[in-house]
């Protein structure tokens, strides 16, 4: 890990991919963003511009697209940005086409699979078991990442010289890098807050107030630390930026894809046309099936993600599920 990067690949030309070439194509030689879109690919080549994502963002001339995953086999670095859905698929690419069972990964995706429970990390570790893995999360909004404004990120990995190459790389004067070594705990406060955005969301959209949706958000972080530590995350963990910072953000932020989502539900929307209109992927809406299956097998309190999955997945109306769970037995507030 003493060799610097100098070139990276990218798996997922989405916002989120679009956003980290733009972040890191001044400090690197070459950019390769894989796609399955072959009019993204296009439009990034020709146009120097995503068409789909992130639109107005002008793209240096050292990235480049490709939806051709052996084109990856050569780079020291590869990046994992697509939905958690496809994480699994887009790892067996790689060993389809060859990848040196050297070559770091750095996850940047945040969700936990369907039916496996298993995070993002421990998926890509299970397709390619001798390739060193990180993860990569923090309250960063594409857009913003994009246009090069203030944003800081965690890196963690289990690898102390890979968590701290990659510091050095994503470390710049926009962008500021810290590291741990609490892989399970960064990467559930990445994962399992995008189900309390649409909670937030829905609270915004019923109109509750703001009171209301502060302690809504509140007792989520409660809720996320309790969940997260069941899972071998540590507690002090979630008082970082992977987990009350990157609440913060999705539960408040116009970007926000998942408050999107709820939001239009509180309004009156079903699932179906929330998502729709929203055009993308909101990670909360499958997380709330995989983290809530999650919780139940281990048996932690969760009322809030419970709600969530009733709401998206069960029928009940979300102000019904508002109203239980403000009418939950009173308890202390430690507990």
């Known amino acids: 890990m003493n060799t610097p990067f100098t070139s990276v690949a ?18 690197l030689d070459s950019i390769l963003l894989v796609s399955i879109e072959a009019d993204v ?5 020709r146009d120097h511009r995503n068409p789909k994502y992130l639109t107005d963002i002008e793209l240096p001339a050292n990235i480049r697209a490709t939806m051709d995953h052996r084109e990856v086999v050569g780079f020291p670095l590869v990046l994992v940005a697509v939905p958690s859905s496809a994480v699994r698929a887009e790892a067996g690419k790689l060993v389809a086409a060859g990848l040196p069972a050297t070559t770091p990964l750095l996850s940047c995706a945040k969700g936990i699979e369907r039916d496996t429970g298993k995070r993002l990390s421990q998926v890509i570790g299970e397709v390619l078991p001798e390739n060193p893995v990180g993860v990569l ?25 890979l968590a701290d190459a990659l510091q050095d790389l994503f470390t710049l004067p926009y962008f500021r890098v ?7 705990g960064v990467e559930l406060g990445g994962a399992v807050k995008n189900v309390y955005a649409i909670a937030a969301g829905m609270g915004h959209g019923l109109k509750v107030g703001d009171n209301a949706v ?25 008082s970082g930026l992977s987990g009350v910072g990157d609440l913060m953000v999705t539960c408040f932020s116009e970007h926000s894809r998942n408050h999107r989502v709820g939001h239009a539900i509180g309004c009156g929307k079903t699932l179906e046309e929330a998502v729709a209109a929203l055009g993308m992927v909101a990670e909360g809406v499958p997380n709330a099936l995989s983290i809530h299956d999650v919780a139940r097998k281990l048996g932690v309190r969760t009322p809030i993600i419970d ?27 430690i507990s």
């Not at 990218?10 to 400090?27: D, V």
């Not at 810290?178 to 399970?184: G, K, N």
């Not at 502060?214 to 507690?235: F, I, N």
């Open 10 to 27: 990218i798996l997922g030309a989405g916002s989120l991919g679009t956003a980290l070439a733009k972040l890191l194509s001044p400090k």
């Open 41 to 45: 690919v296009a439009g990034i080549n």
């Open 137 to 161: 999360t923090g309250p960063n909004h594409a857009e913003e990442i994009a246009l090069g404004m203030v944003s800081c990120a965690v890196v963690a990995s289990h690898h102390t010289e």
């Open 178 to 184: 810290y590291t741990s070594d609490d892989v399970a």
């Open 214 to 238: 502060a302690a809504l958000v509140t007792r989520a972080l409660a809720e996320m630390t309790r969940l997260g530590v069941a899972l071998g995350g540590r507690p002090e963990t979630f």
């Open 307 to 333: 709600g969530i999955h009733a709401i998206l997945y069960e029928g009940k109306p979300a102000a019904v599920a508002m109203r239980e769970v403000l009418a939950r037995d009173p308890r202390p507030e």
